[in-house]
């Protein structure tokens, strides 16, 4: 996490000396169990962030790793992210290949820190900063990132920030070599692998020079091949340095996990972080401050992305990382932490050390509570989630086209690609849809699997459902795809081809990830479009429903049409696509002082222009959009509509606010599925929800639905229809239920 260190000088060399102490007699929490690696059960678990320097003698000097550890004893953590060395580079150990911290000089602390957590049950996850390391940016100034005129990136500032591409990578591997040879622990935590700006400094110019060639542009432009081809070897690059760190580790000390700091998946191109960062980790885990749809969609993506599971869904406990001392209220940690639960994550709170060395037991304290509260929740977890939808993230799309033209000195960074994802997330979530998020990998699985099928066998395959990749996925989101490849744009055209069902919207498979602007849609036969001329920046027009579209536009008609000022190309209809929508074009405001109406431009010039489009594809459909409706509030019932008309037999409809989001999980080892509700208002505390209907349609027999964990049954109704439904009781916070089946025996 970024967490503000202030920037001090390090006063004199420290020498590291002392000799490491030989290592552990006692059994560690892994090895107490031994099948089955630590993380899969710590759903609970701590960070105690120690960024700290040694400039003060004060600082650290009254750190106790005993009470460090009766804290998390507190809190009910049954894992600790534990500082080997920080932000700051200083090692909490006497290291032969860095500098260790002054106030434990003569002491090996983190030895300490480890047995006391192994003493009380606790996993260890070791923590080292990458490429934020102050102490190895003031030794060598050569390493650090360069602006594109030669200045040292983010000079001045609390952070002195390392180039992967410099020898800094040499030293990396001689530290965490060190770690994993003389440390016995259950995990290893590296923070901050990714990109915090562009780096143009020697060594990453003549590797650019040597692989793409040429110097590195000093212009955006993500039409541009070989600016573009510079932001994939930033992907590139950090996946090769991320692996230097994980291979270390797996070398010198294979029976511990391995995670690279994950919030980044979801952050837009500057950070450089990829689908195949993922691969250099055990399991996904990331802090977020954002809202409960931030929450909610970086889960699904995680989920996605993770090697293992469970993945962890991190925040701090104070109300940021920049305020000390400011507590998140019970009622925010445990729709938290209840979210989480509900999308079956490991939930992480953060805490921050005092200079001194002190820990504040009030976040144990309110973290024991809520962890107390939750308790007979974790044993619910574990299974597949169902999602009939699923929103098709590609993290090389995290930018705007509008952004070209900048120079590398101002960058945009702004990411419509994201933005759409998330926008339309949250209708879905607020509809009460089964969502997932699905990446390239999901889609290349699945193709590989129906490729791998008999021509006659496949259809089969489809309807019930049996290729892996995007199982149980009934309809697949692509909102504002800003680049998209050959290969992810015939598996889609497969999936649709067979059965499956598409939305897409505004320049999805124009461009493709070489930053290459093909002349029409790669998917124009998918989506029943062409390119007339695609616009890149804002585009104000109406959306005037035709005949066909008229019950998707509740409150808009072809006089009153739907207002919409986003970007988005021009088309026209290639086959005997249905046209739901036209472009209604405002009264144009030839002069500034010239007007129809003094605060608007109203609905002017009708066109035959389409908008929005229906296609059949294949045994599939498809809903084209021209503008990313679902980023327009006023059209949030339409895309809502669209998406709905897509998915006829959903396997859940609830009647709840759109605070409540619910999930389901198809547990087959415990012939169940387990339904969870979560009330995430935006002011809290919660005000209790009462009267909310389930309905389900599970798609085969059920025996019971039970309250979890108290084992109610609940009263159900059956229905010809083959849905169940159930009244649950009063939801403050979370409510969880088993949808049991009948032993086949
Ligand atoms: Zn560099």
Redesign the pocket.
């Known amino acids: 996490m970024i967490d503000p260190v202030t920037r001090r000088e390090f006063l004199g060399a420290v020498g590291a000396t002392a000799a490491i102490t030989t290592l552990p007699r006692f059994l560690t929490a892994a090895d107490m169990t031994p099948k089955e690696p630590w993380f899969t059960h710590a759903y609970r678990r701590a960070v105690i962030d120690m960024h700290i320097p040694d400039w003060d003698p004060a600082f650290l000097s009254k750190f106790d790793p005993n009470r460090y550890a009766d804290m998390l004893v507190k809190s009910h953590a049954q894992s600790i992210v534990c500082y080997c060395q920080s932000h700051v580079g200083l090692f909490n150990y006497p290291t032969k290949v860095g500098r260790q911290h002054q106030a434990f000089a003569g002491r090996n602390i983190m030895q300490e820190m480890i047995d006391a957590c192994h003493k009380r049950d606790i996993a260890v996850q070791l923590y080292t900063s990458l490429i934020f390391d102050r102490t190895a940016a003031d030794d060598h100034p050569e390493w650090r990132?360069?602006t594109w005129d030669g200045k040292i990136q983010g000079e001045g500032g609390r952070h002195g920030v390392l180039?992967i591409?410099?020898p800094y990578r040499e030293y990396v591997r001689s530290f965490v070599t060190e770690i994993s040879q003389n440390f016995n622990f259950e995990g290893i935590r590296f923070d901050m692998t990714f990109w915090p700006w562009l780096?143009?400094?020697e060594?990453?110019q003549k590797r650019f020079d040597a692989e793409v060639g040429g110097e590195i542009p000093k212009t955006i432009n993500w039409f541009d091949e070989k600016w573009v081809a510079f932001q994939r070897r930033r992907e590139s690059w950090l996946v090769e340095f991320a692996k230097i760190a994980t291979d270390t580790v797996r070398e010198h000390r294979p029976s511990a996990t391995v995670e690279h700091q994950a919030s980044t998946f979801p952050l837009n191109w500057m950070f450089g972080v990829t689908a195949p960062l993922a691969a250099q980790n055990d399991f996904l885990q990331g802090d977020f401050y954002g809202d409960a749809l931030q929450g909610s969609f970086v889960r699904k993506l995680l989920e996605n992305l993770t090697p293992k599971r469970p993945f962890g869904y991190e925040t701090s406990f104070s109300v940021s990382l920049a305020d000390h001392t400011a507590r998140k209220s019970t009622a925010l940690l445990e729709a938290k932490a209840s979210a989480a639960i509900a999308d079956h994550a490991a939930f992480i709170f953060i805490d921050a050390i005092d200079p001194v060395g002190t820990v504040n037991p009030n976040p144990h304290e309110r973290m024991g509570q809520v962890f107390e509260k939750l308790m007979p929740y974790y044993d619910q977890l574990g299974g597949e989630r169902v999602r009939d939808i699923a929103i098709y993230y590609s993290p090389e799309s995290k930018l705007s086209f509008f952004g070209n033209g900048k120079p590398v000195a101002s960058p945009d960074t702004s990411d419509t690609h994201t933005s759409a994802s998330m926008q339309a997330a949250r209708r879905i979530l607020e509809a009460h849809l089964p969502l997932g998020v699905v990446t390239k990998q999901s889609l290349l699985e699945w193709q590989a699997a129906y490729k791998g099928l008999p021509e006659d066998e496949r259809g089969d395959a489809f309807d019930k459902d049996e290729l892996p990749g995007l199982k149980g996925v009934r309809v697949l989101v692509l909102a504002s795809v800003n680049m998209l490849d050959a290969d992810e744009s015939d598996a889609i055209r497969d999936w649709v081809r067979m059965g499956g069902r598409l939305y897409a919207s505004a320049g999805t498979s124009i461009v493709d990830t070489r930053g290459r602007v093909n002349k029409d849609f790669q998917l124009a036969d998918v989506f029943g479009v062409s390119l007339v001329e695609p616009y890149w920046s804002d585009r104000p027009r109406f959306l005037a429903p035709t005949q066909a579209g008229s019950k998707l536009f509740i409150d808009f008609d072809a006089d009153y049409p739907a207002f919409c000022t986003q970007f988005g190309p021009k088309i026209k209809v290639r086959s005997d696509a249905h046209v739901l929508a036209t472009t209604t074009l405002p009264w144009p405001a030839p002069k500034p002082s010239q007007f129809a109406s003094i605060h608007s431009n109203p609905p002017w010039t009708k066109t035959e222009e389409p908008e929005l489009v229906r296609n059949s594809f294949g045994r599939g459909q498809v809903i084209f959009s021209a503008s990313p409706i679902e980023m327009v509030e006023t059209l949030g019932d339409t895309f809502t509509q669209l998406v709905k008309s897509l998915l006829p037999t959903p396997h859940f409809a609830v009647e709840a606010p759109k605070c409540v989001e619910v999930t389901l999980f198809e547990q087959p080892d415990r012939n169940r599925a387990v339904l969870a509700l979560v009330n995430f208002q935006k002011e809290l505390p919660n005000i209790p929800i009462n009267g909310i209907n389930v309905v389900l349609r599970p798609g085969r027999t059920t025996s019971r639905i039970v309250q979890l964990p108290s084992g109610t049954e609940m009263k159900r109704s059956l229905r010809e229809d083959g849905t169940v439904s159930f009244a649950s009781p009063k939801l403050e916070t979370l409510q969880m239920f088993a949808i049991e089946y009948p032993t086949s025996a």
């Open positions: 990132m360069r180039c591409n410099s780096c143009f400094c060594h990453c």
